[in-house]
């Protein structure tokens, strides 16, 4: 049993432990989550508050009475925001946005393409005692068999690079299926395919966050602005290293 920011990992069905690393990033999209919501919440009900006035009530466009009939949302879109964990492996990083952001999430979706790494998903999901009504399950290569889009999507995919496996931790190699930490072509194979298809799944303004090697760098500029996301920030990690990327769908 881990523990992983606020929730509990068990890794039984499919054993990849949570890094340091992650966790950072995660700690963050939570944190970004909290503050844009609680932003947009506010402005919403100061607009509300204003249409409210009997002074401004007289000087109001007609748009003015369609703005007073909006429900109330608590996060981006009616009921909160759609969020996709793709590459889930144990579920940690959307189980963790669950448990810290419950009134603005209205759904995330797990997705991964090994079956074990889904039986995980489950057990996580009931030892965090997390409805599945808030959740889905999703068997996926990529995006295949995927429909509808997202206000955020999170990205942990193997990038270990053939070049760098002398580095790998050695209970990683032991312990750890290859297929959750290697990637091919240079680490950029799962990489590549993801950021091809990513932006046909993401709402305008919606956000990606995708973990990357410290050393790809230059290469995933390279293929961002090949399949052509113009508005991207690479973030580091506690120990100053390029560890994510955030990248913004513009309209």
């Known amino acids: 049993m881990e523990k992983f920011l606020n929730i509990k990992i068990n890794l039984s069905q499919f054993y990849v432990l949570p890094r340091a690393e992650t966790k950072f990033w995660v700690k963050k999209v939570i944190k970004e989550i909290k503050q844009t919501t609680n932003n947009r919440r506010l402005t919403t009900n ?27 949302v608590s996060g981006v879109g009616v009921g909160g925001l759609l969020v996709f964990d793709l ?40 030892l965090n005692k997390i409805s599945l009504k808030r959740v889905k399950i999703i068997q996926t290569d990529i995006f295949s068999g995927i429909k509808g889009k997202y206000d955020l999507i ?12 002398g580095e790998v931790q050695l209970s990683v190699k032991k312990y750890e299926p290859k297929t959750a930490w290697y990637g091919k072509k240079g680490g950029l194979f799962y990489i590549e395919k993801f950021l091809s298809k990513a932006k046909n799944f993401l ?49």
């Open 46 to 72: 100061n607009k509300q508050q204003a249409l409210q006035s009997p002074v401004l009530e007289k000087q109001l466009p007609p748009m003015a009475e369609k703005e007073r009939q909006k429900p109330k």
């Open 87 to 126: 590459f889930s492996g144990t579920g940690f990083i959307g189980i963790a946005i669950l448990k810290d952001c419950p009134e603005f999430c209205r759904r995330v979706d797990f997705g991964d393409i090994d079956k074990k790494a889904l039986q995980q998903i489950k057990i996580n999901l009931k």
């Open 154 to 165: 999170l990205a942990n995919p193997p990038y270990v690079a053939k070049e760098r496996l």
């Open 203 to 251: 709402k305008e303004n919606g956000i990606i966050y995708l973990e990357i090697d410290t050393q790809q760098k230059k290469y995933i500029e390279n293929l961002l602005r090949r399949y052509e996301y113009p508005k991207f920030t690479f973030g580091k990690d506690q120990f100053g290293k390029y560890r994510w990327v955030k990248i913004i769908k513009t309209p």
